[in-house]
């Protein structure tokens, strides 16, 4: 989910609200309105991130590397404001027993933290996943 779609999703909860509550069929036609509108906005980033590479780019997320071999990256859980009590909860509900077990831990761009623990990491699934500056 992206931040225009977080952002779209609250909006259109707000005018239902608003739709729910409407006294008059003027108000209530105003905000179906604005509900179409925002539908149509929506349709509209959406055609255009699938059809550039660049805007895409723009508008979507990227997932962030919190933790690499047992090591916390205190930059890149500042920078996504994640802190270090929820990724260790994140690491108790993984079944982590021991930081050195985790070879990584990555923000999605959903929200979610992906736990990656165990033996060898295949380097392919870190591809896309930013790496804070004094990880690089």
């Known amino acids: ?6 952002v ?14 409407s006294t008059e069929w003027t108000a ?4 179906l309105l ?3 509108t925002l539908f149509f ?8 991130r699938k059809a550039s590479d660049r805007f895409e780019e723009i508008t979507q997320n990227s997932p962030i590397l919190l933790m690499r071999d047992g090591i916390f990256l205190y930059d890149a859980l500042e920078s996504s404001r994640v802190e270090k009590s929820d990724l260790i909860a994140k690491l108790r ?3 982590v027993l021991s930081f050195d077990q985790v070879r990584a831990a990555v923000l999605e761009t959903t929200g979610d933290m992906s736990i990656l623990h165990g033996g060898h990491l295949d380097e392919a699934l870190l591809s896309g996943v930013r790496k804070p500056a004094s990880d690089r």
């Open 8 to 21: 779209m999703t609250v909006a259109i909860g707000s005018l239902l609200a608003g739709a729910s509550q």
């Open 41 to 48: 906005v929506q349709w509209s980033t959406a055609r255009l």
């Open 1 to 6: 989910m992206t931040n225009f779609d977080f």
């Open 93 to 95: 509900e993984a079944n």
């Open 28 to 31: 209530f036609l105003q905000t």
């Open 34 to 36: 604005a509900m179409a």
